[in-house]
């Protein structure tokens, strides 16, 4: 059969969609598999092994009524899907399913304006809901005999081999572990204080000597960010601050060659548990770190302002505020637990 499954979000949900691709090649092998998503996470996903062909939207065209529902219009009629998965069921997706009557299966979510555009309805996010188990809600009127939870993806060895060849250059070695470190984030209110990522630094430093420190940072205002907190370590040799990832693309090959990851609880954490590695993040306040990251034996866990002050407590606070009462002592225990347990990083 052949499958379009539409995923309009940031980087971090489409990665956690790929249980939902999984699934379908795992239950249908000879699956013909479409995947829609924004054009500026596109070239992370290439070669994917669940993914036949892939289908981007610019900002314009999902910004432009006009462009947008043509292109779907377009999409539609030049391929005929047994199953359109729309992730997102908004008014900018819908079209996909209300130009394919003939589909076998439309599914989408359940809200009050989607009732007479898809022929299956799933509920949005409900109680005791992850955003694996809700993905792959999406699968249930499909009937399929396994669900996989897992989340993945692909670079090819040419990839891996060039970007070792810049690590040595830089003057990584590839045989001590490498610590990746995402220190800032894009939006504020995703970002733990600085001051507070250099005291986790310092320590992941003195509990690992032989450690290679990474920082995971974005061109502008997280470079700035990356470079303060290389200063407030006192710009400790363990770090490596000529060592980027220029797209996501090169952050998902750098994945590979990671031992662990700490930093704020985002798209960076999800590619490399998508590439099996353990990770250790700082959740935003409000946000649910069960919700959020996967239980699929990737050891990962989390630091949350949950375990300290009650939500009705946190609410009253202004949101800078709450952030820093997530504060670093109580991050570092768990943390030091947590690479205890899972026995990385060893002294």
């Known amino acids: 059969m052949k499958y379009l499954v539409v995923r309009f979000r940031q980087m971090g949900d489409a990665v956690i969609a790929t249980c939902l691709l999984n699934t ?25 092994p ?22 779907m219009w377009r999409v539609v009629r030049q391929n005929h899907y047994d199953v359109i998965i729309d992730m997102r069921s908004t008014v900018n997706t819908m079209g996909f399913a209300l130009f394919s009557p003939r589909s076998r299966y439309r599914i989408g979510l359940r809200k009050s304006y989607t ?16 955003a694996i188990s809700h993905d792959l809600d999406m699968l249930r009127p499909l009937g399929f005999s396994r669900l996989d939870p897992h989340i993945s993806l692909f670079v090819t060895d040419g990839e891996r081999q060039r970007f070792a ?13 490498i610590v990746l470190i995402g220190v800032s984030a894009k939006l504020d209110d995703k970002k733990w204080p600085l001051e507070d990522m250099a005291f986790i630094t310092k320590k992941l430093i003195e509990r690992c000597p032989n450690a290679q420190i990474v920082f995971n940072f974005a061109p502008g205002k997280e470079a700035a960010d ?19 990832a220029k797209s996501q693309r090169e952050l998902s090959v750098l994945a590979t060659f990671v031992t662990f990851y700490f930093g704020n609880e985002g798209g960076a954490r999800h590619i490399m548990h998508a590439h099996g ?17 996967p239980k699929d034996g990737v050891p990962a866990s989390w630091a949350t302002l949950d375990d300290l002050m009650p939500r009705e407590e946190q609410e009253l606070l202004p949101f800078a505020e709450q952030y820093k009462r997530i504060i670093p002592e109580y991050v570092w225990n ?14």
């Open 24 to 48: 379908i090649r795992e239950n249908d092998p000879e699956a013909d598999i479409t995947f829609v998503l924004n054009q500026k996470i596109e070239p992370l996903f290439r070669g994917h």
């Open 50 to 71: 669940s993914i036949d062909h892939i289908i981007t939207f610019t900002e314009e065209e999902r910004h432009s009524l006009v462009k947008n529902f043509g292109k």
């Open 115 to 130: 009732r007479w555009v898809y022929n299956r309805r799933i509920h949005r996010f409900r109680q005791g809901d992850t």
């Open 165 to 177: 060849e810049y690590l040595r250059q830089q003057g990584i070695d590839l045989v001590k572990p």
């Open 226 to 244: 990356a470079k303060k907190v290389y200063e407030l370590c006192g710009r400790d040799p363990h770090i490596f601050l000529n060592v980027e």
């Open 277 to 293: 590695k353990p990770s250790f993040v700082v959740v935003t306040p409000g946000r649910d770190g069960n919700v959020w990251i």
């Open 334 to 347: 768990k943390l030091s637990a947590f690479l205890d347990r899972e026995r990385i990083l060893t002294r």
